[in-house]
T-cell receptor, first 113, second 112 residues
Framework: DTEVTQTPKHLVMGMTNKKSLKCEQHMGHRAMYWYKQKAKKPPELMFVYSYEKLSINESVPSRFSPECPNSSLLNLHLHALQPEDSALYLC????????????FGPGTRLTVL | DAKTTQPPSMDCAEGRAANLPCNHSTISGNEYVYWYRQIHSQGPQYIIHGLKNNETNEMASLIITEDRKSSTLILPHATLRDTAVYYCIVRMMFTGGFKTIFGAGTRLFVKA
């Protein structure tokens, strides 16, 4: 299995809602990543987890809260988002943090109303 | 900030080689060059990476200059399905490992 899956594919939420994005991989990778991508822009790194511990937080607002409950799962909890947070949210994994190619999921397209 | 510079767009005729350049003049000695591509509305896909030697795999070839300040990704026989945004990335070191910072990329149009 060389796939990273993300659910849901699409999400529409209001500014007062709480929702979560889910990412899963079964490749035994120990590094997992969240990226945010606005239209016609490159992906921007948000968070990096290595061995289920947060290694990098790229100064992301606290309304985004990552969680890595085990080595296969990565969640992104969303609360009190703004319309400008509407974007494609990409999850990726790699065997280790120190190198190796990253495998990306298809993304969750988020719309904040 | 990204450490790479790429042309914003390029065209290529179907069946011809596509040569995508990348400048990374501030690359450090132990930093690898990675190439990914992103087809519309999909997640980025890994293509190839290298340190200082030229590399080839089933998708592409990577030519890195001797001073490592630039590289070229070569798709030997471009097809319409190769139309995508191609990202050249130098993975940046931080305490504990590396992180991937995407630059603006090159939008490649393969035309019939």
């Amino acid at each position: 299995d060389t796939e990273v899956t993300q659910t849901p594919k699409h999400l529409v939420m209001g500014m007062t809602n709480k929702k979560s994005l889910k990412c899963e991989q079964h490749m035994g990778h120990r590094a997992m990543y969240w990226y945010k991508q606005k239209a016609k822009k490159p992906p921007e790194l948000m968070f990096v987890y290595s061995y289920e511990k947060l290694s990098i937080n790229e100064s992301v607002p606290s309304r985004f809260s990552p969680e890595c409950p085990n080595s296969s799962l990565l969640n992104l909890h969303l609360h009190a988002l703004q319309p400008e947070d509407s974007a494609l949210y990409l999850c990726a994994s790699s065997r280790l943090l120190q190198g190796n190619e990253q495998f990306f999921g298809p993304g969750t397209r988020l719309t904040v109303l | 900030d990204a450490k790479t510079t790429q042309p914003p767009s390029m065209d290529c005729a179907e069946g011809r080689a596509a040569n995508l350049p990348c400048n990374h003049s501030t690359i450090s000695g132990n930093e690898y060059v990675y190439w990914y591509r992103q087809i519309h509305s999909q997640g980025p896909q890994y293509i190839i990476h290298g340190l200082k030697n030229n590399e080839t795999n089933e998708m592409a070839s990577l030519i890195i200059t001797e001073d490592r300040k630039s590289s070229t990704l070569i798709l030997p026989h471009a097809t319409l399905r190769d139309t995508a945004v191609y990202y050249c990335i130098v993975r940046m070191m931080f305490t504990g490992g590396f992180k991937t910072i995407f630059g603006a990329g090159t939008r490649l149009f393969v035309k019939a």
